[in-house]
């Protein structure tokens, strides 16, 4: 268990990548904080790893300094996981300003105030990590996602500013950048796209899929593995890298 004793914030902890994270946790030792809006869900894998359900929105004014300070009465967060996040898709005419401003404020402001609120208190005890989930968005682009292209390239470099601050503290931040992966945001993505387009939905599947040189999507466990491992003391030199994984997609 080499994570005993530690306490883990896993953000959008209900579902998808952050369910996964939250068990990989636990399987491992840690506490897990899970926060999100859904409180079913979010109870539900509390109860499956014996952790702590926290309903927070993080894009609303205040939503991260309030889940700080809820997780502060729970005990200091060792290990924070920002995966919380929102992928709306629109072409540039289309992108309104309130699309813009809530994408950036689950994708990178919240992650920052977390970080800002967090993170001192690991490097004054001289351990922790923290994990951004970003996107193989935050180190490329694509049609149409303006506004998220722009939020996880603004959470990449967060964590690379972070990462060049906390480097002699014992604190570790990384961001993982994961392709396509098999979740509902993914289920979403395709029904947008069969709409757009007229294909069928598992034709617009196949497209997502089609984007990873496996020719799949990734699986939330293969990210949550990429996560708990960077949580592991022999992984202490992996520090302010955007790790990706896609199956070889970007290679192409």
């Known amino acids: ?11 959008g902890g209900g579902r998808g990548i952050g369910r996964a994270v939250a068990r990989s946790l636990a399987a491992r030792g840690a506490r897990v904080i899970v926060s999100g809006r859904d409180r079913a869900a ?3 894998v509390a109860a499956e790893t014996g952790g702590v359900a926290v309903v927070a929105d993080l894009g609303a004014t205040g939503g991260a300094e309030t ?34 401003d809530r994408t950036l404020a689950v994708n990178a402001t919240a ?32 049609p149409y996602t ?5 939020a996880k390239h603004a959470l990449v470099g967060l ?17 993982l950048c994961p392709g396509w992966v098999d979740t509902d ?6 029904a947008r796209i069969a709409g757009a387009t007229g294909r069928e939905e598992g034709e617009a599947r196949g497209i997502l899929e089609g984007m990873s040189g496996q020719n799949r999507m990734m699986t939330a466990d293969e990210v949550a593995y990429a996560a708990a491992t960077l949580c592991a003391e022999e ?3 992996i520090h302010g890298q955007a790790i990706v994984i896609d199956g070889g997609g970007l290679l192409r």
Not at 1 to 11: N, Y
Not at 128 to 142: D, F, L, M, Y
Not at 185 to 190: T, Y
């Open 1 to 11: 268990m080499p994570l005993s004793g530690k306490l883990a914030l896993v953000t």
């Open 42 to 44: 979010l109870d539900a």
């Open 67 to 100: 889940l700080a300070g809820e997780c502060a009465n729970i005990g200091r967060v060792d290990i924070l996981v920002n995966n919380a996040g929102v992928a709306d898709g629109a072409p540039l005419a289309k992108t309104t300003r309130e699309m813009w």
């Open 111 to 142: 992650p920052f105030e977390l970080c800002r609120a967090l993170v001192p208190a690991m490097a004054e005890a001289g351990w922790g990590r923290v994990i951004n989930v970003a996107s193989t968005a935050g180190v490329s682009g694509s």
């Open 146 to 150: 303006s506004a998220y292209c722009a």
């Open 159 to 175: 964590t690379r500013a972070l990462a060049a601050e906390f480097g002699q503290c014992g604190v570790t931040l990384n961001a």
């Open 185 to 190: 945001m993914a289920g979403r993505a395709a």
């Open 235 to 237: 992984a202490r030199g």
